[in-house]
């Protein structure tokens, strides 16, 4: 496969900057630090000009070095994440494959991303179908009947409308766990109060799996694994704060039942 060509500085600043925002994009997202590095390198390495590129990836921010005839270059990314999406992530994959193997110019790649970066997710009721389904299945498993599948059914779809609704503002991923948390515990405690037939308790583990950071510390176990020690650490922290968060709002709202029916 023969390599791109760059004709000057600001062709190479282009190249790096696109690597860079694929780079950032696919964090943003939920892929895995090393991907996102790999990514960065693999398409800067790809130019024939452009050597000895070195790529450090945080959650928060990307850092790239690379020099072209002798100058180095320096560019830093800020990173602020916006949840798993993993259709941008199978893009953006395709799409850097696709800029190697020399498929695009400079100007086609830029439009390639715009349009990835507007890829929307699933559609609000297929989220709130499948998140109520996971719940319902997840209460079932952990002892519930089918009466509290039902309910906790229910319960998960409150669950994913309200986090879509709740990703569309400025807020951080601890109040937004610590709030979903608290809506899954008040619709579980209306409903056993409703009838004797539900099961708080069900409902409850049930509903909040779909928060609990799995993914998370997962991608991050990887992260480390791979030998990004500070990305993986900065991930498992994150996975632990959202736990916090879910425990919080479950402990809340069971002691708020306490004190009243007390």
């Not at 503002?169 to 037939?197: C, H, K, N, P």
């Amino acid at each position: 496969m023969e390599k791109l060509h760059v004709n000057d500085l600001n062709e190479a600043k282009n190249v790096i900057n696109l690597a860079m925002i694929t780079g950032q994009m696919l964090i943003k997202n939920g892929a895995e630090i090393y991907r996102a590095e790999d990514t960065i390198e693999r398409m800067c390495a790809g130019v024939e000009e452009i050597r000895e590129v070195e790529v450090f990836g945080l959650s928060s921010a990307i850092f790239v070095s690379a020099q072209y005839t002798g100058e180095t270059i320096t560019m830093f990314k800020d990173i602020e994440s916006q949840g798993v999406h993993l259709s941008r992530i199978d893009a953006l994959n395709s799409f850097s494959r696709r800029f190697v193997a020399g498929e695009f110019s400079l100007e086609e790649a830029k439009k390639e991303l715009l349009s990835i970066s507007t890829l929307e997710k699933c559609p609000i009721p297929i989220a709130m179908f499948f998140t109520g389904l996971c719940s319902a299945s997840f209460a079932i498993m952990f002892g519930g009947d089918w009466i509290d599948f039902g309910y906790t059914f229910f319960v998960g779809a409150i669950l994913s409308f309200c986090m879509r609704f709740t990703s569309r503002y400025s807020i951080s991923f601890f109040t937004e766990s610590f709030i979903g948390t608290m809506v899954v515990s008040i619709l579980a405690l209306i409903g056993a109060s409703a009838t004797d037939r539900l099961h708080m308790d069900m409902i409850i583990i049930g509903s909040i799996m779909p928060l609990v950071p799995g993914m998370q510390i997962t991608n991050s176990l990887r992260d480390i694994i791979s030998g990004d020690f500070l990305s993986g650490m900065i991930g498992i922290t994150k996975g632990i704060f959202v736990a916090l968060a879910i425990a919080l709002g479950v402990g809340l709202i069971l002691n708020v039942q306490k004190i009243i029916g007390g």
